[in-house]
């Protein structure tokens, strides 16, 4: 048979499957995806971010966390309550994964940016809270 059926058979395989698999550049905050809630939780996790110039050149980032932990090691993993990793965003488009609470962001195109974070569990799903994302964004302006 033809290479065309064999990869139509292979999407169709894939839209009935109860999992979406994408790229990087295929995640947004902005895009309706899995999310796990965590208002039951006993410990809820937080983040705050901080952006500084960098004397050299780009941003120094900078996240607290509060009830959760980086664990890299687990990357791809299943979810575990309270570590995971965070996803940083540039004027809403994703630019990297964040193992630990230091990144430094390179140079930017003049003008304001918004600059977000998001809490995600060890299989890149969202944490919620209530329904909102575990987040935080901060303005800057090159």
């Known amino acids: 048979m033809s290479n065309i ?8 395989a894939l839209l009935g499957s109860t999992q ?8 947004s905050h902005k895009h309706k995806h899995d999310q796990i809630e965590i208002s039951s939780h006993s410990e809820k996790p937080a983040v ?3 952006v500084a110039r960098d004397a050299v050149g780009g941003w120094n980032i900078y996240l607290k966390v509060k ?5 890299p090691e ?10 995971g990793h965070a996803h940083l965003y540039v ?3 994703k630019v990297a ?10 140079s930017l195109s003049s003008g304001r940016h918004t ?17 909102t994302p575990v987040e935080a964004t901060a303005e800057i302006v090159q």
């Open 5 to 12: 059926f064999w990869a139509l058979l292979s999407v169709i």
């Open 20 to 27: 979406i698999f994408a790229s990087e550049s295929d995640h």
């Open 48 to 50: 705050s971010l901080e």
């Open 67 to 71: 009830n959760f932990r980086f664990a």
């Open 74 to 83: 687990n990357v791809n993993g299943s979810p575990v309550p309270g570590e």
């Open 91 to 93: 004027d809403g488009e």
């Open 97 to 106: 994964r964040l193992y630990g609470p230091w990144f430094h962001l390179g």
């Open 115 to 131: 600059i977000s974070v998001t809490l995600n569990a060890n299989n890149h799903v969202s944490l919620v809270l209530n329904g």
